[in-house]
C-alpha cells in the first residue's frame, strides 16, 4: 500500500468529476443495488491509470448520456471494497486499472487493463460514450 498522502491526488482526479468513493465492503454492496446504470472504475497508481483510464473517464463524463451511478474503489488501498467490487464482477478476472459498466447490479460491459494500457484516452473514452448511449438510454445526470 502506499501512503494515502501520495494518492490523494489519483483519488481527487475521479471524486472531482462526481464519482462516489467506495471505501468499503458495504459502500460497495449499497451502490450495486442502486437500479439503473452504474460505473465503477477501478482506480490504480498505475500509469495507464493515469495517462489513459482516468482522463478517458474525464472524457466519457462529457457526453450528454451517461450512467445514473458512478463509483470508484482504489485498488491496492481500499481492498475489501475493491474485492468487493471483484466480486460483483464475477466472470470477469481482476485487473486494474478496469471499469464496468453495471446494469442493475450485473455487468454489461467490462474494460480490462488489456483493453486500456495500449490505447489512448479518447480512444477508451469514445468506447465508453457508446456504452453509455446503449446502455444509459436518455439518463442525462447533472
Given at each position: 500500500m502506499y501512503p494515502e498522502i501520495m494518492i490523494i491526488p489519483m483519488r481527487e482526479e475521479l471524486?472531482?468529476?462526481g464519482i462516489?468513493?467506495?471505501?468499503?465492503?458495504?459502500?460497495?454492496?449499497k451502490f450495486v443495488k442502486r437500479p439503473?446504470?452504474?460505473?465503477?472504475?477501478?482506480?490504480?497508481?498505475c500509469g495507464c491509470a493515469a495517462g489513459r483510464m482516468r482522463p478517458a473517464v474525464r472524457?466519457?463524463?462529457?457526453?450528454?448520456?451517461?450512467?445514473?451511478n458512478l463509483g470508484t474503489v482504489f485498488a491496492g488501498q481500499d481492498r475489501d471494497a475493491t474485492d468487493q467490487a471483484r466480486f460483483h464482477f464475477a466472470g470477469h478476472p481482476p485487473s486494474s486499472p478496469s471499469i464496468a459498466i453495471m446494469q442493475d447490479g450485473k455487468v454489461v460491459h467490462m474494460m480490462h487493463r488489456s483493453d486500456i494500457e495500449?490505447?489512448?484516452?479518447?480512444?477508451?473514452?469514445?468506447?465508453?460514450?457508446?456504452?453509455?448511449?446503449k446502455f444509459c438510454g436518455n439518463t442525462v445526470n447533472q
Open positions: 471524486t472531482r468529476l462516489e468513493e467506495l471505501r468499503n465492503a458495504g459502500d460497495v454492496d439503473g446504470v452504474s460505473m465503477i472504475v477501478v482506480n490504480s497508481v472524457r466519457a463524463l462529457e457526453n450528454s448520456v451517461k450512467p445514473e495500449h490505447r489512448d484516452a479518447q480512444d477508451i473514452a469514445g468506447e465508453l460514450a457508446k456504452v453509455f448511449n
